[in-house]
Protein backbone atom coordinates (compact mmCIF):
# COMPACT_ATOMS: atom_id res chain seq x y z
CA UNK A 1 0.00 0.00 0.00
CA UNK A 2 3.30 2.49 0.73
CA UNK A 3 4.31 1.73 -2.51
CA UNK A 4 1.20 2.08 -4.63
CA UNK A 5 0.44 5.41 -2.57
CA UNK A 6 4.42 7.04 -3.30
CA UNK A 7 3.79 5.50 -7.14
CA UNK A 8 0.49 7.42 -8.31
CA UNK A 9 1.37 10.71 -7.83
CA UNK A 10 5.07 9.89 -9.77
CA UNK A 11 3.17 8.16 -12.48
CA UNK A 12 0.72 11.43 -12.80
CA UNK A 13 2.94 13.88 -12.67
CA UNK A 14 4.68 12.32 -15.57
CA UNK A 15 1.51 11.84 -17.28
CA UNK A 16 0.97 15.77 -17.11
CA UNK A 17 4.28 16.77 -18.06
CA UNK A 18 4.07 14.66 -21.03
CA UNK A 19 1.09 15.61 -21.98
CA UNK A 20 1.93 19.49 -21.36
CA UNK A 21 4.85 19.14 -23.88
CA UNK A 22 2.97 17.60 -26.40
CA UNK A 23 0.91 20.31 -26.73
CA UNK A 24 3.96 23.17 -26.60
CA UNK A 25 5.38 20.68 -29.56
CA UNK A 26 1.96 21.14 -31.12
CA UNK A 27 2.28 24.94 -30.85
CA UNK A 28 5.70 25.06 -32.24
CA UNK A 29 5.86 22.85 -35.06
CA UNK A 30 2.21 24.10 -36.54
CA UNK A 31 2.86 26.59 -39.10
CA UNK A 32 0.75 29.34 -37.51
CA UNK A 33 -1.05 30.01 -34.63
CA UNK A 34 -3.25 27.92 -33.42
CA UNK A 35 -6.94 27.21 -32.00
CA UNK A 36 -7.55 24.54 -28.81
CA UNK A 37 -9.66 22.63 -30.97
CA UNK A 38 -6.31 21.63 -33.79
CA UNK A 39 -4.12 21.29 -31.02
CA UNK A 40 -6.69 18.63 -29.40
CA UNK A 41 -6.73 16.79 -32.22
CA UNK A 42 -2.84 16.86 -33.17
CA UNK A 43 -1.77 15.54 -29.54
CA UNK A 44 -5.15 13.03 -29.78
CA UNK A 45 -6.51 15.25 -25.86
CA UNK A 46 -9.94 15.79 -25.74
CA UNK A 47 -10.49 19.43 -26.14
CA UNK A 48 -11.40 20.08 -22.51
CA UNK A 49 -8.19 18.52 -21.38
CA UNK A 50 -5.86 20.75 -24.15
CA UNK A 51 -7.85 23.61 -23.21
CA UNK A 52 -6.65 23.20 -18.97
CA UNK A 53 -3.13 22.69 -20.24
CA UNK A 54 -3.07 25.65 -22.66
CA UNK A 55 -4.41 27.92 -19.79
CA UNK A 56 -1.78 26.92 -17.28
CA UNK A 57 0.79 27.07 -19.91
CA UNK A 58 -0.50 30.61 -20.84
CA UNK A 59 -0.66 31.83 -17.03
CA UNK A 60 3.45 30.81 -17.22
CA UNK A 61 3.94 32.29 -20.00
CA UNK A 62 5.62 29.29 -22.10
CA UNK A 63 2.46 30.35 -24.62
CA UNK A 64 0.69 33.61 -25.81
CA UNK A 65 -3.15 33.82 -26.16
CA UNK A 66 -4.62 36.29 -28.38
CA UNK A 67 -8.15 37.42 -27.39
CA UNK A 68 -9.38 38.26 -30.21
CA UNK A 69 -8.93 35.52 -32.47
CA UNK A 70 -8.56 33.01 -30.01
CA UNK A 71 -5.59 31.27 -31.16
CA UNK A 72 -2.41 30.60 -29.09
CA UNK A 73 0.93 30.56 -30.24
CA UNK A 74 4.27 30.01 -28.66
CA UNK A 75 5.33 32.59 -25.78
CA UNK A 76 8.29 34.41 -23.91
CA UNK A 77 9.01 31.55 -22.01
CA UNK A 78 9.30 28.99 -24.48
CA UNK A 79 11.32 31.40 -26.78
CA UNK A 80 13.85 32.01 -23.67
CA UNK A 81 14.20 28.23 -23.66
CA UNK A 82 14.97 28.02 -27.12
CA UNK A 83 17.14 30.48 -27.04
CA UNK A 84 19.39 29.24 -24.71
CA UNK A 85 19.64 26.05 -25.95
CA UNK A 86 20.64 27.56 -29.41
CA UNK A 87 23.67 29.31 -27.13
CA UNK A 88 24.64 25.84 -26.12
CA UNK A 89 25.11 24.36 -30.14
CA UNK A 90 27.95 23.68 -31.34
CA UNK A 91 27.64 24.47 -34.83
CA UNK A 92 30.44 22.64 -36.03
CA UNK A 93 29.70 19.67 -34.86
CA UNK A 94 26.15 19.94 -36.17
CA UNK A 95 27.25 20.55 -39.12
CA UNK A 96 30.32 17.90 -39.35
CA UNK A 97 27.96 15.14 -40.79
CA UNK A 98 26.41 16.92 -43.61
CA UNK A 99 30.35 18.14 -44.77
CA UNK A 100 31.27 14.83 -44.82
CA UNK A 101 28.62 13.34 -46.85
CA UNK A 102 29.01 16.47 -49.07
CA UNK A 103 32.60 15.51 -49.99
CA UNK A 104 31.69 12.30 -50.15
CA UNK A 105 28.62 13.54 -53.10
CA UNK A 106 31.09 15.68 -54.87
CA UNK A 107 34.60 14.75 -54.80
CA UNK A 108 35.07 18.33 -53.51
CA UNK A 109 36.42 19.71 -50.38
CA UNK A 110 33.68 21.13 -47.95
CA UNK A 111 32.99 23.96 -45.37
CA UNK A 112 31.55 25.32 -42.75
CA UNK A 113 31.94 29.61 -41.91
CA UNK A 114 30.10 30.99 -39.46
CA UNK A 115 28.97 34.64 -39.70
CA UNK A 116 30.61 36.86 -37.29
CA UNK A 117 28.94 39.99 -37.20
CA UNK A 118 29.98 41.66 -40.28
CA UNK A 119 32.73 39.17 -41.46
CA UNK A 120 32.87 35.13 -41.60
CA UNK A 121 35.14 32.64 -40.12
CA UNK A 122 36.01 29.37 -41.50
CA UNK A 123 34.61 27.04 -38.59
CA UNK A 124 35.24 23.21 -40.02
CA UNK A 125 36.47 21.66 -43.26
CA UNK A 126 36.59 17.90 -44.99
CA UNK A 127 38.70 18.06 -47.49
CA UNK A 128 38.62 16.23 -50.62
CA UNK A 129 40.20 12.68 -51.36
CA UNK A 130 41.78 13.58 -54.43
CA UNK A 131 45.57 13.98 -54.79
CA UNK A 132 44.97 17.61 -55.85
CA UNK A 133 42.52 19.32 -53.26
CA UNK A 134 41.16 22.60 -51.52
CA UNK A 135 41.99 23.39 -48.29
CA UNK A 136 41.29 26.39 -46.39
CA UNK A 137 42.42 28.29 -43.18
CA UNK A 138 40.00 27.26 -40.23
CA UNK A 139 39.99 30.17 -37.75
CA UNK A 140 40.45 32.74 -40.84
CA UNK A 141 38.12 35.89 -41.03
CA UNK A 142 37.13 36.92 -44.64
CA UNK A 143 34.94 39.73 -45.54
CA UNK A 144 30.98 39.37 -46.76
CA UNK A 145 31.82 40.64 -50.61
CA UNK A 146 34.67 38.12 -51.55
CA UNK A 147 33.88 34.62 -51.99
CA UNK A 148 31.07 32.37 -52.14
CA UNK A 149 30.81 31.44 -49.20
CA UNK A 150 30.61 35.06 -47.68
CA UNK A 151 28.14 36.12 -50.36
CA UNK A 152 26.29 33.41 -49.89
CA UNK A 153 25.72 34.67 -46.13
CA UNK A 154 25.60 38.32 -47.49
CA UNK A 155 22.54 37.42 -49.89
CA UNK A 156 20.78 35.91 -46.55
CA UNK A 157 20.29 38.96 -45.10
CA UNK A 158 17.79 41.30 -45.00
CA UNK A 159 18.01 43.93 -47.20
CA UNK A 160 18.81 47.09 -44.22
CA UNK A 161 21.40 44.71 -42.93
CA UNK A 162 23.21 44.48 -46.47
CA UNK A 163 22.63 48.18 -47.01
CA UNK A 164 24.17 49.01 -43.81
CA UNK A 165 27.25 46.78 -44.79
CA UNK A 166 27.59 48.71 -47.75
CA UNK A 167 27.29 51.75 -46.53
CA UNK A 168 30.06 51.43 -43.35
CA UNK A 169 32.93 49.30 -45.33
CA UNK A 170 34.97 49.59 -48.10
CA UNK A 171 34.40 46.81 -51.00
CA UNK A 172 38.56 46.20 -50.84
CA UNK A 173 39.65 43.97 -53.81
CA UNK A 174 41.11 40.54 -52.51
CA UNK A 175 41.60 39.79 -55.67
CA UNK A 176 41.39 41.06 -59.36
CA UNK A 177 37.87 39.37 -59.58
CA UNK A 178 36.30 40.70 -56.51
CA UNK A 179 33.31 42.41 -56.71
CA UNK A 180 33.98 46.49 -55.45
CA UNK A 181 31.04 47.94 -57.01
CA UNK A 182 27.94 48.47 -54.41
CA UNK A 183 26.17 48.33 -57.58
CA UNK A 184 27.80 44.88 -59.29
CA UNK A 185 27.31 43.59 -55.23
CA UNK A 186 23.40 43.85 -55.31
CA UNK A 187 23.02 42.66 -58.49
CA UNK A 188 24.93 39.61 -57.29
CA UNK A 189 22.94 39.25 -54.21
CA UNK A 190 19.66 39.24 -56.72
CA UNK A 191 21.32 36.76 -58.40
CA UNK A 192 21.72 34.58 -55.74
CA UNK A 193 18.67 34.36 -54.11
CA UNK A 194 17.08 33.34 -57.15
CA UNK A 195 19.49 30.46 -57.41
CA UNK A 196 19.41 29.75 -53.95
CA UNK A 197 23.64 29.43 -53.95
CA UNK A 198 26.03 31.70 -54.63
CA UNK A 199 29.40 30.93 -56.58
CA UNK A 200 33.07 32.32 -56.78
CA UNK A 201 35.74 32.08 -59.47
CA UNK A 202 38.62 33.70 -57.99
CA UNK A 203 37.28 36.21 -56.20
CA UNK A 204 39.17 35.37 -52.85
CA UNK A 205 42.01 32.72 -53.97
CA UNK A 206 43.16 33.62 -57.88
CA UNK A 207 43.09 29.59 -58.51
CA UNK A 208 40.42 28.42 -56.62
CA UNK A 209 36.33 28.24 -57.62
CA UNK A 210 33.51 27.65 -54.81
CA UNK A 211 29.97 27.65 -54.40
CA UNK A 212 27.83 28.12 -51.26
CA UNK A 213 24.64 28.08 -49.71
CA UNK A 214 23.54 29.89 -46.68
CA UNK A 215 22.47 28.17 -43.19
CA UNK A 216 20.32 29.40 -41.21
CA UNK A 217 19.64 28.99 -37.19
CA UNK A 218 16.81 28.33 -35.26
CA UNK A 219 15.24 32.37 -35.32
CA UNK A 220 15.47 31.93 -39.05
CA UNK A 221 18.86 34.19 -39.39
CA UNK A 222 21.69 33.68 -41.45
CA UNK A 223 24.59 31.92 -39.29
CA UNK A 224 26.76 30.71 -41.55
CA UNK A 225 26.74 28.77 -45.07
CA UNK A 226 28.08 25.67 -46.62
CA UNK A 227 30.52 25.07 -49.63
CA UNK A 228 32.46 23.08 -51.90
CA UNK A 229 36.09 24.78 -53.14
CA UNK A 230 38.34 23.38 -55.93
CA UNK A 231 39.48 24.70 -59.16
CA UNK A 232 38.07 27.13 -61.74
CA UNK A 233 36.28 24.11 -63.73
CA UNK A 234 33.97 23.78 -60.90
CA UNK A 235 31.55 26.45 -61.50
CA UNK A 236 31.88 26.35 -65.01
CA UNK A 237 28.77 24.47 -67.37
CA UNK A 238 26.83 22.16 -65.94
CA UNK A 239 28.63 21.04 -62.68
CA UNK A 240 28.09 24.41 -61.37
CA UNK A 241 24.41 23.28 -61.32
CA UNK A 242 24.92 20.15 -59.96
CA UNK A 243 27.33 21.46 -57.11
CA UNK A 244 24.55 24.48 -56.59
CA UNK A 245 22.15 21.68 -55.73
CA UNK A 246 24.17 19.49 -53.46
CA UNK A 247 25.18 22.71 -51.18
CA UNK A 248 21.92 23.80 -51.36
CA UNK A 249 21.13 20.48 -50.02
CA UNK A 250 23.76 20.34 -47.49
CA UNK A 251 23.19 24.09 -46.18
CA UNK A 252 19.36 22.98 -45.51
CA UNK A 253 20.27 19.93 -43.65
CA UNK A 254 22.24 21.39 -41.02
CA UNK A 255 19.72 24.20 -40.98
CA UNK A 256 17.38 21.64 -39.83
CA UNK A 257 19.21 20.29 -37.52
CA UNK A 258 19.96 23.73 -36.32
CA UNK A 259 16.29 24.14 -35.82
CA UNK A 260 15.69 26.56 -38.06
CA UNK A 261 12.66 28.55 -38.29
CA UNK A 262 10.96 26.66 -35.04
CA UNK A 263 11.09 30.37 -33.48
CA UNK A 264 10.30 33.32 -35.41
CA UNK A 265 12.54 36.59 -34.55
CA UNK A 266 10.46 38.44 -32.13
CA UNK A 267 7.29 40.59 -33.70
CA UNK A 268 7.62 38.78 -36.60
CA UNK A 269 5.47 35.47 -37.02
CA UNK A 270 6.65 32.34 -39.67
CA UNK A 271 5.07 32.25 -43.19
CA UNK A 272 2.41 29.73 -43.67
Known amino acids: MITAHHNAPATQTRSTIGRAINVIDAVARAPHSSGVSNIA ?8 VAHRIL ?40 AHRHLAYLTEVTGQTSTLSVRQGWSRVYADQVLSHHEIRMSVALGTTHPLHAGSSSKAILAAMPDSEIADYVA ?5 SVTEATITS ?12 ELGHAASLGERQVAA ?26 VQGDERQQLGR ?19 PDGEEEST
Open 55 to 94: RELVACQFLGFDEESKLYQLGPGARSIGLAAVRELDIPAV
Open 168 to 172: HHRLD
Open 209 to 234: ASVAAAVYGVTGQVVGSVSVCGTKEL
Open 182 to 193: ASALWEEIARIR
Open 246 to 264: AVIRAAADVSADLGAGSLA
Open 41 to 48: RETGLSKA
